[in-house]
């Protein structure tokens, strides 16, 4: 669907196919900010590629089973067990927590960060549209878009972010958003890992700024490593 890594002269992203709605968006995104990209379930090219995008949208219980379905747990721990980059956006950063509960139904997600995923607490969900952040000091993916605006389309959240849990690592950069008076998580810098709340293929330039941020913080295979 995409071009091969190999004939890009940018970094080499694949975007994990594990089922997910329209992702098109998401891999042209990051052809425009200069990534060669494939969207694959192959191990081997998740696992070497110089960065994964783990996108999502719907239900948080069908992400973490089509995740799971195609090894990208397996495939995520391993590259962060390297310390090679992964990018998780909307449930893609979810799923990153210990759990969900939608509609009534807990689902058991990968586990990265501390926290469970719940409903809004606003009067109008889901929170569909543009929104501000509070950019988390020091931030990389935000550098230079501290003040810029990017889209949700979202009914539910991380609303809490337990650093007593986090442990002896360096804590992570958070990033918060407001919609309805509720307060939740719309970034996370962690490391190997970030993800995104919002969408950033939907976000304009600000979100181009962002996937071009992330980018460049990738280690390359080829010319770097």
Known sequence: MSADPAAGTGPSVVVLDHGSGNVRSVVRALEAAGAAVQLTADREAALTADGLVVPGVGAYETTIRQVLAVGGDRIIERRLAGGRPVLGICVGLQIMFEGGTEHGVHSTGLAQWPGEVSRLQAE????????????????????????????????????????DHIGPMAPP?????????????????????????????????????????????????????
Request: avoid cysteine; charge should be negative.
């Open 124 to 163: 109008i969900v889901p929170h569909m549209g543009w929104n501000t952040l509070e950019a988390a000091e020091g931030t990389r993916l935000f550098a230079g878009i501290e003040e810029e605006r990017f889209y949700f389309v979202h009914s539910y959240g991380a609303r809490n972010f337990d650093m």
């Open 173 to 225: 950069q958070v990033t918060w958003a407001e919609h309805g008076g509720d307060r939740f998580v719309a970034a996370v810098e962690n490391g190997a890992l970030s993800a995104t709340q919002f969408h950033p293929e939907k976000s304009g330039e600000a979100g181009a700024r962002l996937l071009r941020n992330w980018l460049d913080t990738l280690p390359r295979e080829r010319g770097e490593r």
